[in-house]
């Protein structure tokens, strides 16, 4: 059974000042998450599934997600701020996505094996 990578990038990039997901970095326009699949494929993982937001899900998905669809399985999970375990409620004012524990979440309906988790701006 080859592992997942779970890549988290939903994050509003408040302090940066944007989408630093989407930023390409590379001399051929690569984003810094493409560095990642691309090693994470070469060590034998089978997956990589995205933890984003659903206002820039189509962005996202032709920026990155297709460049990977005919090297690895690609999913999509979405994280959101109403997506809270019951008994909880969302405080007045909140925006910002709620962080980890909640991405890794958020994706587990599509990982039912090893998986490794990572933050879409780290490499």
Not at 23 to 32: A, Q, S
Request: glycine fraction near 10%; include cysteine; aromatic fraction near 12%.
């Amino acid at each position: 059974m080859k592992p997942t990578l779970l890549i988290m990038a939903a994050g509003m990039g408040s302090r940066y000042g944007g989408l630093k997901q989407l930023d390409p970095v590379g001399p051929n326009g690569e984003t810094l998450l493409e560095y990642s699949i691309f090693d994470a494929i070469k060590a034998g993982f089978g997956k990589v599934v995205f933890v984003i937001r659903h206002d820039f899900e189509d962005a996202f998905k032709e920026q990155v997600g297709s460049k990977f669809t005919d090297k690895i399985d690609v999913a999509y999970a979405f994280q959101s701020l109403e997506d809270l375990p019951e008994g909880f409620t969302l405080p007045e004012g909140r925006t910002k996505p709620w962080g980890t524990g909640q991405a890794v979440l958020a994706a587990k309906d599509l990982i039912k094996e090893p998986f490794c988790v990572q933050n879409a701006d780290d490499f």
